[in-house]
C-alpha cells in the first residue's frame, strides 16, 4: 500500500534492513531502532511516546523529538495519528514504518552488502549532505552573498566597487593622476573663522581712523 508515488509502507524485518544502511547521526539511528520494535510485523501501529524512547535509548526527549522529526523528514517515518496532552488520557503520536522510492537522493546509503569502504560519499552522491551537494550551496550563497552586500550580479566574477556603510552607495576611487588632499589638512575650524573676522573689523576701525585724521584741520 502506498501513501502517494513516492512513499511506501513496509513490514518491521525489511525497514529495518533499510535503515542500518542509511548513514545518519547515532541518536537518530538509536531512536530508529527502537522504534522498529514498537512495530507490528508490517510496520504499523507505533506509539511507544517521546518520554518512554527517551527512556529506553538513554537520550533526551529533545534528541528524541529530533531524531523522530529526521526521520519523518526522510520519509522513514510517517505519522498517521496526532498525539494530544489534553484531557485525562494523554495520547502519543502513532506512527507507521515507511521509505521513500527517492531515499537515495535524501541520505547517503551503504552498499547492499554494506562494506566498510561504501561509508564515505563520493562524487556521485546526490543526496543533501554529499560534499559534492555541500560545496555547490557553498558556492551559490557566497555568490548571493556578494550580491546583497555589494550589488555585484550573482554571475558576476568582476571586483565589485568598495560601498559607503553607511549609504549604501559605491565608492568611486579618484583618478591616479588626480591629487589627493593631504592627510594632514585641518578643516578650517569656528576659531580661525573667528580670528579672520575679528582681524577684518580691525583693519576696517584702522581705516575709519586714519580718515578721521586727515579731515581733522591742522
Request: glycine share 4%.
Amino acid at each position: 500500500m502506498a501513501d502517494d508515488d513516492s512513499t511506501v509502507e513496509v513490514g518491521r524485518y525489511e525497514w529495518e534492513r533499510i535503515v542500518r544502511r542509511c548513514v545518519l547521526p547515532q541518536p537518530v539511528k538509536s531512536v530508529a531502532a527502537h522504534v522498529a520494535q514498537y512495530a507490528n510485523r508490517d510496520g504499523s501501529h507505533i506509539y511507544p511516546g517521546v518520554a518512554r524512547l527517551s527512556a529506553v535509548t538513554q537520550l533526551s526527549e529533545r534528541s528524541v523529538r529530533d531524531a523522530l522529526e529526521t526521520l519523518r523528514q526522510l520519509a522513514l517515518l510517517t505519522r498517521t495519528r496526532k498525539g494530544s496532552s489534553l484531557g485525562r488520557q494523554a495520547l502519543t503520536d502513532e506512527h507507521k514504518l515507511t521509505y521513500p522510492a527517492d531515499l537515495e537522493r535524501r541520505v547517503h546509503l551503504l552498499d547492499p552488502d554494506e562494506t566498510p569502504a561504501s561509508a564515505a560519499c563520493d562524487p556521485s552522491c546526490q543526496h543533501d549532505r554529499s560534499p559534492a551537494r555541500l560545496a555547490a550551496v557553498r558556492r551559490r550563497s557566497a555568490k548571493e552573498h556578494r550580491h546583497l552586500t555589494t550589488g555585484t550580479p550573482a554571475g558576476d566574477s568582476r571586483t565589485p566597487a568598495p560601498h559607503d556603510r553607511n549609504t549604501g552607495r559605491s565608492c568611486t576611487p579618484p583618478p591616479k593622476d588626480q591629487p589627493r588632499p593631504a592627510s594632514n589638512q585641518r578643516e578650517t575650524s569656528d576659531e580661525d573663522v573667528s580670528t579672520e573676522r575679528d582681524d577684518s573689523l580691525l583693519a576696517q576701525l584702522i581705516r575709519i581712523d586714519e580718515a578721521a585724521s586727515r579731515r581733522r584741520p591742522a
